[in-house]
């Protein structure tokens, strides 16, 4: 079965310092990764994905998150954390079994950036 | 572009009451998904549509959950005889269906309808 961790409920950080948000998967197969971003009252907004090819991956808003097999990790990341960056991410992954994308997301971590 | 539309953005209805959430997906995407965000289970699946048929249904979480789409468009997701533990946001997203018929892997979420059931 499919399933996605995130360790930590919160993270803080201090505007300015890199973040890193944490996720580790486990799929049969080839793993589709995803990372979405809510923010309060809105619905998900797609961050970026691993499909395959480069570890490091590039997304919207500056973020990146690389991916590593041998940990089943797909951790998020952004060099210098915005106030704005504040919201619930969420961390998915799918095995994208007859063609489609079921996503499996983890509980979400909420990032709270300060001034 | 118009993004995926949700209607209602609020519900509030009594125990044992039947609602409809409405989900209008981006003009031109095959594929429309429902998830079910509740603070007790996190994101949830319930439906994948492709087109107006369904081959996935396993995440409805029971009969008195069900779910069409008419015309390749809207769908509409009912809950029959709604319970408490029915209370949550429910997400609606669509994707657009790549050449050989897959689905793309961004999927596009509304804004989510929050139903109360008291």
């Known amino acids: 079965a499919q399933s996605v961790a995130q360790p930590e409920d919160q993270v803080n950080v201090a505007e300015g310092n890199p973040l890193t948000v944490k996720c580790t998967y486990s799929v049969s197969g080839n793993p589709y990764l995803f990372w979405y971003v809510q923010y309060p009252n809105r619905g998900l907004q797609f961050l970026l994905k691993y499909i395959t090819g480069d570890n490091l991956v590039k997304g919207s808003y500056g973020f990146e998150a690389e991916f590593n097999k041998s940990q089943t990790s797909f951790h998020l990341k952004k060099p210098s954390a915005l106030v704005s960056d504040s919201a619930l991410y969420f961390c998915a992954v799918s095995s994208f079994s007859g063609g489609y994308n079921k996503l499996i997301f983890g509980a979400g971590t909420r990032l709270a950036v300060h001034p | 572009g118009a993004g995926v539309s949700q209607s209602p953005s609020n519900k509030v209805t009594e125990k044992g009451k039947d609602v409809e959430l409405r989900c209008d997906p981006i003009s031109g995407h095959t594929a429309l998904y429902w998830y079910r965000q509740s603070l007790g289970q996190g994101l949830e699946f319930l439906i994948y549509?492709?087109?107006?048929?369904?081959?996935?249904k396993s995440g409805l979480p029971s009969d008195r959950f069900s779910a069409e789409r008419t015309g390749g468009s809207v769908s509409t997701l009912t809950i029959q005889r709604t319970q408490q533990e029915d209370s949550a946001v429910y997400l609606c997203?669509?994707?657009?269906?790549?050449?050989?018929?897959?689905?793309?892997?961004?999927?596009?979420f509304g804004p989510g309808t929050r139903l109360t059931v008291t």
């Open positions: 997203a669509s994707s657009f269906t790549r050449a050989g018929g897959q689905s793309s892997y961004e999927q596009y």
């Open positions: 549509f492709q087109g107006n048929s369904a081959p996935d």
